[in-house]
């Protein structure tokens, strides 16, 4: 039998070198379109994870608003019942709560209440304005 001639042999090794490095190419395209998926994905798992810590925030911060009222309603029944006549060690001693802490709902209470006097007398005040006028 014949050798086979070297050019012949040449363009074999060539040809399967080609289908070698379709091969890799081909893989080498897959492993970036994998990669560019994994990397939509992270991306998509950050904004999940922003979203939701925005709307952690906004809830937070609701229930503290929420929280707040709450405090400023027992501040104003804690005064209440010192407007009742009822001692402020008696009044601690029956909510449970130190006489500091009874002193900080007390302030909170006053610090409310000054606050919506000067609008509730501006207010008075527009209204007397008014009929000051006509009987003038």
Known sequence: MAAPRKSAQQLAAREKARAKAQELTAR???????????????????????????????????????AAAATRNAAGTVAAMVAAGEPKSAVASRLGVTGAELKKLLDLDAAERSEATP??????????????????
Do not use: W
Not at 43 to 58: G, H, N, P, T, W
Not at 122 to 131: F, G, H, M, T
């Open 28 to 66: 080498h395209e897959k492993l970036i379109d994998l990669a560019a998926d994994f990397f939509e994905q992270q991306e998509q798992a950050d904004q999940v994870r922003a979203d939701a810590q925005a709307k952690a925030d906004a809830i937070l911060a609701k229930a503290e608003e929420d």
């Open 119 to 136: 609008v509730a007398a501006a207010d008075a005040q527009d209204e007397e304005a008014p009929a000051a006028a006509q009987a003038a």
